[in-house]
């Protein structure tokens, strides 16, 4: 069998692997595993416990290399493998986590990131992936609408604290205390007992809550989902055709083998002509 045959059977033979269900499940029940051994550590346990503890954290954190060095080995393009941010991001918690807990000066940045492992369900679970992705960029477009957001809070907070400072000085005394205030309004964090106190001396001030829970809690938060289904129908699409674009490559790829493999049978032939 030839070189390149030989690569690309090695290769395909670790892809069908590595995008196993079987493969992917084993991953998922380290990291679940993973997430566990850090809650139990909160707890104060005997130290027969703590020490089966730390051999499954030992035993985790060499799962989890082995892991992403499998990764990568089945990766057939080696640069594209970082281009990937949560290649990237796995590689950097993977590699943080080989930091040893008994060096002192190290042992807080080393649990932090035994902490993120927890995030590496994410990276591996496809549909949180996509979900990740699409969150992150619609963060752009959501500023916008949260610049707006703020314009808004500070209107209202600067006519709140005009009229109702001498109703309540600790909820309107000033902008920043009346955005606050107004912060607890858009949460419906008892907002009405602000409104009734308000009342008393403003009879219409009702007017003024609603106006602007209607722009917080229905306006504002109907066009942030908007642009995260926007971002996630783009996302979507953009996945269908990445995935398209995957399956031709393999095509091409098998197609290529299929030709190697005829010109070889080709050339045993015209040798077994031959006299």
């Known amino acids: 069998m030839s070189a390149p045959q030989y690569t690309f059977a090695g290769f395909s033979r670790l892809q069908r692997i590595e995008r196993s269900p079987a493969f992917q499940a084993v ?21 027969l416990a703590e020490y089966v503890l730390l051999l499954l954290d030992n035993g985790i954190t060499v799962f989890f290399l082995v892991e992403i060095l499998f990764r990568f080995a089945a990766c057939p393009n080696k640069r594209r493998f970082f281009m ?8 950097i918690v993977v590699i943080g986590s080989l930091i040893p807990l008994g060096n002192a000066e190290a042992v807080l940045l080393g649990r932090l990131l ?11 679970v496809p549909e949180l992936r996509f979900l990740i992705n699409s969150l992150i960029k619609a963060i752009p477009r959501m ?46 964090e008892d907002w009405t007992d602000v409104m009734y106190a308000t009342q008393e001396l403003y009879p219409f001030s009702w007017i003024y809550y609603l106006t602007f829970i209607f722009l917080t809690a229905f306006v504002f938060l109907n066009m942030m989902i908007g642009v995260i289904l926007e971002v ?44």
């Not at 035994?114 to 591996?124: D, G």
């Not at 957001?149 to 309107?172: C, N």
């Not at 129908?233 to 091409?252: F, G, M, P, V, Y």
Request: hydrophobic letters at 50%.
């Open 27 to 47: 991953v998922i029940a380290i990291i679940i595993l993973s997430a566990l051994t850090i809650g139990a550590k909160t707890y104060d346990l005997p130290p």
């Open 84 to 91: 990937d941010g949560w290649n990237v991001f796995d590689t």
């Open 114 to 124: 035994r902490v993120f492992r927890v995030l590496r369900l994410v990276s591996v």
């Open 143 to 188: 500023g916008y609408i949260a610049l707006l957001m703020f314009i808004i809070f500070y209107i209202y907070a600067a006519i709140g604290s005009l009229f109702f400072a001498q109703v309540d000085e600790a909820l309107w005394g000033d902008v920043a205390i009346s955005m606050l205030t107004l912060f607890r309004v858009a949460t419906f």
């Open 232 to 275: 996630m129908s783009q996302e979507s699409n953009a996945k269908e055709s990445e995935t398209a674009h995957n399956e031709r490559d393999e095509i091409l790829q098998q197609l290529q083998a299929v030709q190697l493999k005829l010109d070889r049978l080709a050339e045993n032939a015209e040798q077994a002509r031959k006299p």
